[in-house]
Every structure is written in C-alpha cells, then in structure tokens.
C-alpha cells in the first residue's frame, strides 16, 4: 500500500511538496526529538468499520476515549481517525449499503464530539485512491501491504504470524493452514492480508500511539513488527514504533448472548446498544438483555456473565469510577428489574444529546457538511501519508 500510494503522489504532482518536506523529515526520521531537542510530537491515529451508526461497546472500547484524546492530548499532538472502507471490503458488500453506512459512521463520529477542526477525520479510501483498480475485486481483496521495496508481504510481513491471524478470524484449529478444506472455503486474500493492511494504516501516518482495545493489541504488535523489519532493512529509524494506548473499558458484550462481544453482525438487533437509540429503545433492549434467575445481584462472568455484564456497562460509564464489584455491591438488594432499571438510566444519560447532534450532522447544509468534512480531512490525511512517502521512496532508492 506504501509503495501504491507513493506512485499516486507521484502522478497527482506532489513532487513539489516532497522536496520541500524532504529534508526536514530525513532529520526528523533518525531522532525522536525535534530541532529545539524537545520531545517529538504525538501522532495518535485509529479506524473504525463502516457499519453504520456504531453501538455501546466501539463507543466504550474505541470513539470515548477518541474524544477525550481530542480534549487531552497537546496542541502539538497529531491526531487521525479513519473510517476504513477499505477494510470492509474484504468480504462482499452491498455498494448501495456501504455507501449509507460509511456516512452513518462519519455523522456519528462528529455528533459524539470529534472536532474535524482539531482531528483529521477521514474516510480511508480518500487516501489511497489508486489501490481500486488492482484490489477492488471483493473476493480476492488484499493490499500487497508493507513491503516497499518489491511489493511483496513477505518481504517484512512474517507469513507464520499472518497465518494465526486468519486462524484466530475463522475460528480455526491451531494446525488449520491455507490448504485445509474449511479455510479454503473461507479464506480471501484480503481477509488472510487484514492485519497487513492494519499495519499499513498505522505506519502509513508514522503513528506514534494507537488507542485499541484489549483484543486489538495482537494487530499492534504485528505493525511494530514490520516498522522494526523495515527501519532495519534500511538502517535507520524511518517509521517509529507505535505504543498502546489501552482504553479502559474491556469489552462489551451481547445483550443476548453475554459470552460474545456486543457486534453489529448478530441478527438480533435487541443484542446491542446503538449511539442513537431512543431512551425508549435502550430501556427495551436492557430489560430484554439476557441475565439469569438467581435472586439478588452480584458480580461473577462465569457464573453470571449477563449480570455482570450489565455491572461492566454501569461501571464504565459511571461517573464515581465505582467498579463493577463495587457496584453489585452496592445493588445488592435490588431486584434484576430494579438493577435493569439502574443501568438503563445510566446508559441514557452517557449517551443523552448523541442523537439529536447526529440528526443535525446529517441534514446541514442539505447533508453537504459531511461531504466537506470528509474532503477536508482527506487532504490532511494525504499530506500526513505523503510527508511518510518522502523518507520510504528515499530510503528504498526510488
């Protein structure tokens, strides 16, 4: 994708600028400290899938924490959120539906706060514009990924650690590999590329720091790895290390099924908290959730994993930081419909204002807005991708 995109500024007539940026950037490249000798500036960037109108957990696991980042980070922090369409066309999509949805997502990033005037909000495929015409294909959709030198994966992408990812995304056994009869019937080659792409996302921008939750944290890793192949094969620094920003709420299970995450794939809709959801619906779909018979309330995810659940929603969002131990306590006493009851509240309020501020994103400017904010932070977001293309074309002698 590096490479790809390097040949995309190339024809779109960025040399002008590259050169301008290319000293700078070679000094800035070998140095975590800037020309004063001051600590570089952060590069915080993260993606969300183009599933429509996110609900509570990427809300908990993901977009809150965006916000406060925005409100936290220093003037000189870089921060970038994609909406990664391009993700989501490793497996088949509807074009008509994908097309709605990535608008839904991007609406609702800025109804919960996010500042296109301070971060860079963007849609993924603005970037990278030329990959269509190779990888467009939704069966056989794939990045050939990081490798810069000969646009191949394996060139810094280890192809053992690629193969327990597709196992880990399929629900395969261990000793399952690309020839097995069940993952040839599931396996693209964009799914089998995934965590190259993610990888290519994050060293695309020289991120820094990647805020994800608990069970993204493999994807990071993967991406350190191929910045640390990289900046070796060519013997300097040239792409950092990116760091973890943890968030810290877990993960957000079903409604329904409490043993599963909370996803916008399961088919009951009752399953999952979405950001716009009326007070009305959240009270529906908590005193629907899934929880159990035993009298009182306490705090145990083997043998109450819906109670507890709910306990882990309550506590992420409480606003005394009370943990969910603390809380069952606390509720002791309560009924499951008194407790029910409690955590709907809780919700409404954490979520109160999200609705009518997304109703208001859509319809501005005749549902213009979106579109310019979208267009503003592509610019952005290819001057960001291209101030790292003038260090990889230089370090691979193109």
């Not at 009298?295 to 994993?305: H, K, V």
């Amino acid at each position: 994708m590096l490479t790809s995109l390097g040949n995309h500024a190339r024809r779109r007539g960025h040399w002008n600028q590259a050169a301008k940026l290319h000293r700078h950037l070679h000094q800035a490249s070998s140095s975590p400290t800037n020309h004063s000798g001051s600590v570089a500036a952060r590069v915080i960037f993260s993606g969300i899938q183009p599933t429509g109108i996110p609900h509570l957990g990427n809300y908990l696991g993901a977009l809150r924490q965006w916000v406060r980042l925005q409100d936290d980070e220093a003037s000189s922090s870089k921060l970038l959120y994609s909406v990664v369409d391009l993700h989501a066309i490793t497996v088949r999509q509807d074009a008509e539906e994908l097309r709605r949805r990535r608008r839904e997502t991007l609406a609702t990033l800025l109804a919960i706060g996010l500042n296109p005037d301070r971060s860079v909000v963007f849609f993924q495929s603005d970037v990278c514009p030329c990959a269509y015409g190779a990888h467009v294909d939704t069966q056989l959709y794939g990045f050939n990924g990081l490798s810069v030198e000969d646009d191949a994966v394996e060139a810094i992408a280890n192809v053992e650690i690629l193969k327990r990812f597709f196992q880990s995304k399929l629900s395969l056994p261990e000793d399952a590999g690309p020839s097995d009869n069940e993952a040839r019937a599931k396996l693209r080659l964009g799914l089998f590329a995934y965590p190259v792409l993610q990888a290519a996302d994050v060293l695309l921008h020289r991120a820094t720091h990647v805020p994800v939750g608990k069970d993204q944290t493999q994807h990071l890793e993967f991406a350190r790895e191929c910045a640390t192949n990289f900046n070796h094969a060519h013997g300097r620094k040239i792409l950092p290390l990116p760091e973890t920003i943890l968030s810290p709420a877990n993960r957000v299970m079903s409604l329904k099924q409490p043993h599963l995450k909370m996803s916008k794939s399961h088919p009951d809709p009752n399953s999952r908290i979405l950001l716009t959801d009326t007070p009305e619906d959240v009270k529906q779909k908590i005193r629907l959730a899934m929880t159990d018979s035993e009298p009182g309330i306490s705090y145990d995810l083997d043998g109450r994993p819906g109670v507890s659940n709910l306990l882990d929603i309550w506590s992420y969002l409480d606003e005394e930081g009370r943990s969910p131990e603390t809380l069952a306590k606390e509720c002791g006493s309560l009924s499951l419909r008194q407790f029910k009851e409690e955590v709907s509240e809780r919700v409404i309020s954490s979520l109160a204002g999200i609705k009518d501020a997304y109703d208001r994103v859509l319809i501005r400017d005749d549902g213009r807005y979106i579109d310019h904010v979208a267009a503003k932070g592509a610019e952005k977001a290819r001057e960001s991708a291209e101030e790292t293309m003038v260090l990889v074309r230089e370090a691979v002698g193109i």
